[in-house]
């Protein structure tokens, strides 16, 4: 992963598939593989080694989840939601899974799927950026609804660099 963050990714790749010839069990192998491919611009590749690995792990979360987003990358919306419908059976408040529909629905141009998504109390559990999906879509919301006032004031609770593009 470290060879792939910092740009070469014949090497990184090349790592990743030796770690899985060794552990073929290994379902963050799978996940690494199909999640870099998909960044690296692979979605084939993405495919193909998240497949694999829910072959072996057909309930896991990240690997349900990846799989669905590399056919959003592909503009296969309907199967995207289909594995998100999934993936949400084992854990509807999983961050990943969120930022993932929110990103699909918007893509479709889909408010109310996005309205009735972040309205469940069920993503609303303290986790880990959940609040910054929702502060997100609070923003966009209000951009859609013209709406300044709370477009400024859901703009003043990010941080960095968010804010700044905003």
């Known amino acids: 992963a470290n060879l792939l963050l910092s740009g070469q990714p014949d090497a990184g790749f090349s790592y990743l598939r030796r770690a899985q010839a060794i552990d073929p069990t290994a379902a963050n192998t799978y996940l690494m593989l199909g999640g870099w491919n998909r960044i690296y611009g692979n979605p084939e590749q993405s495919l193909d ?7 072996r792990y057909p309930e896991n979360l990240a690997l349900l989840t990846g799989l669905g987003a590399t056919h959003l990358q592909l503009g296969n919306f309907e199967r995207a939601e289909e594995l998100f419908e999934q993936a949400s059976a084992l854990d509807p408040g999983d961050v ?3 930022s993932n529909r929110f990103h699909l629905y918007l893509a479709g141009n889909d408010i109310s799927a996005l ?3 972040l ?3 069920d993503f609303r559990d303290g986790r880990s950026r959940q609040d910054l999906v929702l502060l997100k879509w609070e923003f966009l919301r209000a951009l859609i609804d013209n709406d300044f006032e709370v477009v400024i004031s859901s703009a003043a609770g990010w941080e960095g660099s968010e804010a700044l593009a905003c």
Do not use: A, I, K
Request: proline share 0%; glycine share 6%.
């Open 49 to 55: 080694w998240s497949r694999q690995g829910l072959e």
């Open 96 to 98: 990943t899974l969120l």
């Open 115 to 117: 309205d009735r998504l």
């Open 119 to 121: 309205s469940q109390q």
